[in-house]
């Protein structure tokens, strides 16, 4: 059988392996940070109407720089962020492929503090870049020090700050991303996937564009929006990052039927959110008790929770599996990293996970 090895790729994809987080039927999948509840009703109708609108002009292309869809996002974002300041993609995935292939690419770096997303390396190697990992400190925050000193030392042309930052939840204080902003010429990307999870008052980096035209916020609709299968991410920054990723994007990326369906579910961006406070109560739940089953998590501002001290990891996923509850093993020593569901879900699995814990002892 034919590998792709044996095929005549590029040298520096050779030995890499494709993002593969596991995709299986089970009853509580809480392993890629989904939301846990489905597109209301209301809601759901309202996008079909808006799809069944756009369904006979199929046969044109679609607005290449869909602007109802722009509208709808700075109309979201608030923060006096214009319809120009807005682009997306599909999904943010999307967005930070644009984004280094326009100001990474051969010869150039990207750097990030990790642990972070496991696609950020990935998608570096794509553009042909050098990924630059610098660890944080041992409880997985930033200082203004430490991203400063690296980022000196670095001279990274992209530095990518997740925060809340997948997979450890840590929120950055947006002194620090100034600090980060002030220490680079270069781009500084801040993928806020899961900014709408954030404890009440805590601001978004959305407060700092303003001067700022080397800063770009990323955002998705894939978490708190409950939207993942329609594969929409965005971002905000200056008019003249929007201009520079036109470059790249290929043309009409974004199909008439996701954009018609994304303005739609955005008109109604109340609804869509309004699971936003239980997933945070379950997400705060996990936090509160998973020390009584000896673990100890680490504090988050996402949508779900990393926890230590866990003997075997390999172990407890398959056992958890075994009963059919897919969690997510990160790779990080002792840990695994659990979405915070429904509560009937998150119950079923602190009720899995102490049955396993005990079966053990
Ligand atoms: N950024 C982060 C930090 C993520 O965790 C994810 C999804 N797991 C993404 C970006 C990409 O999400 P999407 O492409 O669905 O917007």
Request: some cysteine; aromatic content about 8%; charged content about 20%.
């Amino acid at each position: 059988m034919t590998s792709f090895e044996d095929l005549p790729i590029r040298d520096d994809l050779r030995g890499l392996t494709p993002y593969g987080a596991p995709q299986q039927p089970v009853r509580v999948a809480i392993n890629v940070n989904e939301n846990p509840h489905q597109v209301p009703e209301v809601v759901a109708r309202r996008i079909i109407e808006a799809i069944a609108r756009e369904l006979p002009g199929l046969n044109r292309y679609p607005d290449r720089e869909f602007t109802a869809l722009r509208e709808q996002l700075s109309v979201y974002l608030g923060h006096d962020i214009s319809p120009e300041q807005v682009w997306a993609a599909n999904g943010s995935n999307e967005i930070m492929q644009q984004l280094l292939q326009v100001f990474g690419g051969p010869g150039r770096s990207v750097l990030s503090f990790t642990p972070s997303y496991s696609m950020y390396p990935l998608l570096t190697q794509g553009v042909g870049s050098t990924w630059v990992p610098v660890p944080r400190a041992d409880d997985f925050t930033l200082t203004a020090e430490l991203v400063t000193e690296a980022i000196e030392r670095e001279q990274p042309d992209i530095t990518i700050i997740c925060s809340p930052n997948n997979p450890t939840g840590t929120a950055t204080d947006l002194s620090v991303i100034a600090a980060a902003y002030e220490a680079t010429d270069g781009i500084l990307i801040v993928d806020e996937a899961y900014a709408e999870f954030l404890p009440d008052g805590e601001e978004t980096a959305l407060s700092l564009l303003p001067g700022r035209e080397r800063l770009v916020v990323s955002r998705t609709m894939s978490k708190a929006f409950a939207f993942a299968g329609a594969r929409v991410g965005y971002f905000a920054a200056d008019p003249a990052v929007v201009d520079a990723v036109r470059l790249v994007r290929l043309p009409y990326h974004l199909s008439a039927i996701t954009q018609a369906a994304a303005t739609a579910a955005l008109e109604c961006s109340q609804i869509m959110l309004q699971q936003v406070d239980a997933i945070r109560e379950q997400r705060d739940r996990l936090v509160r008790e998973l020390p009584a089953l000896g673990f100890t998590p680490w504090e988050s501002g996402a949508n779900f929770v990393l926890f230590g001290g866990v003997d075997d990891p390999a172990g407890t996923f398959s056992r958890l599996l075994e009963r059919d509850i897919l969690v997510r093993d990160v790779g990080i020593p002792n840990t695994l990293r659990v979405t915070a569901g429904t509560r009937a879900e998150t119950t079923t699995f602190l009720d899995a996970l102490a049955e396993i814990t005990n079966a053990g002892k």
